[in-house]
């Protein structure tokens, strides 16, 4: 059963850091890219960062030089550093991957972590 648990999300002052965890499990971790997602309320759910098999990365172009994703293949976790925090970051922070589950993909999503940037 794949699950994927987020964590690290909290009250931050802008200017600020946060590091975001997401913990993988159920299935073959290094074999899948990964996602972060970002929903703030009113908003549809947007693509934040994404990392494949390779380690190789992409940001969307509100976050670029901003925040890192990056992954562990030993922990089965990924991370999403999150520098120079604006009140624009606040939102819910998804973790997703897509695994392929016998002969069809399916998609998965975490429960959220909260971020809130305010002073």
């Known amino acids: 059963q794949v699950q994927l648990v987020e964590s690290g999300g909290g009250l931050v002052q802008p200017g600020g850091s946060l590091r975001l965890s997401c913990a993988a499990s159920g299935f073959a971790f290094s074999r899948y890219g990964m996602k972060w997602y970002r929903q703030a309320p009113g908003k549809e759910r947007d693509l934040v960062a994404a990392?494949?098999?390779?380690?190789?990365?992409n940001y969307a172009d509100s976050v670029k030089g901003r925040f890192t994703i990056s992954r562990d293949n030993a922990k089965n976790t990924i991370y999403l550093q999150m520098n120079s925090l604006k009140p624009e970051d606040t939102a819910v922070y998804y973790c997703n991957t897509n695994v392929l589950v016998g002969l069809r993909w399916s998609n998965y999503w975490g429960q959220g972590t909260q971020v809130t940037v305010s002073s």
């Open positions: 990392i494949t098999t390779a380690g190789n990365t």
